[in-house]
């Protein structure tokens, strides 16, 4: 094995160094010589060694490799573990910083480390930044749920810009953390099935059968009835009617009647009432003081219900007499029985 030893204090690469496999590139021999790149390339295949608080700093270009830096390495450009489409697992004799500018570059062909795929491995702290790379090389895929452990350290603190990493259009790297190490998680890209456009519950509210609390629109053939959307009101309502002159309640178990009707709001004082027949309607036996309580109205829908007389025939909805008023007698179709 060579050991090649420079003379400066500080050894600058501005273009291309290559420590081969079995070769120590020391920096110098004082405790302050340094490593610094400040462009071009450095492939570290055997061993890389520095001196000083930051004995190699890579402020520009690339270091790349599967051999070892002896010394504190900070990382403002690029760094691979690996050589160039090849994994490898590149060591860290000291501690590793990588800066809001840099990345860290890995290489994932398969799933054993340091031969299929790439690794940093650090021996003492790691403090981490910047944006994490992963390529995919000898035609490998993995599969979801696969691991890999890009990065161990002593202690990391700090994360990657990035928290994900696209494989395909079905298929991506989640980034996560443990106290030593940087694991990417092969996940599921497919959306997901719980944003539906419409739920069951939805479409139930369309449906005028399911009960109390949902409206429809009414298919209004006249003037007197509207449809009225958000009210909330759910119960059948009773409409009069007049027959030969005289007021009769319409038929109230008929599905196909309309729900709601125009300035006669749906109220719980009418759900007592059934269907009468004119032969039904009480008789009055003085012209005064008798009124009926067959209509009634509600005071701004706040659920006080009062007796309104209803004259016949009646002169439209909206304009209902609100004085009492006498009702005639009605006419007798059948002699008296003795």
Known sequence: AATLVTANSTFTNSGTVDVEKGTTLEAGTGAKEEYSQTGGTTTVDGTLAAGGTTGVSVTGGTLLGA???????????????????????????????????????????????????????????????????????????PTIGQTFTILTAKSITGTFTNTTIAINSSEQFDISYTSTGVVLTVVSTSPSNSNKSQSADMLAVADPKQGAGKSTAVAANNNLRHAIFGSGVGKRVEMAGTISGHVALAEAGNENRPRIWEHIPATPSWDHVKAVTVAQMPVMTERSGMRSDLAHHVDNWTGTSHAVPVQAPLAGWAGVNTHRLPMPLLPTTLPAVR
């Open 67 to 141: 051999g070892s830096v002896k010394a504190n390495v900070s990382n403002g450009a690029t760094i691979s573990a690996g050589d160039s489409g090849k994994a490898g697992l590149l060591t860290i004799t000291g501690t590793y910083t990588q800066l809001s500018s840099a990345t860290l570059n890995v290489n994932i062909g398969g799933t054993t480390v340091g031969t299929e795929y790439s690794q940093l491995k650090i021996t003492g702290t790691a403090s981490l930044g910047g944006t994490l790379a992963v390529t995919l090389i000898n035609s490998f895929t």
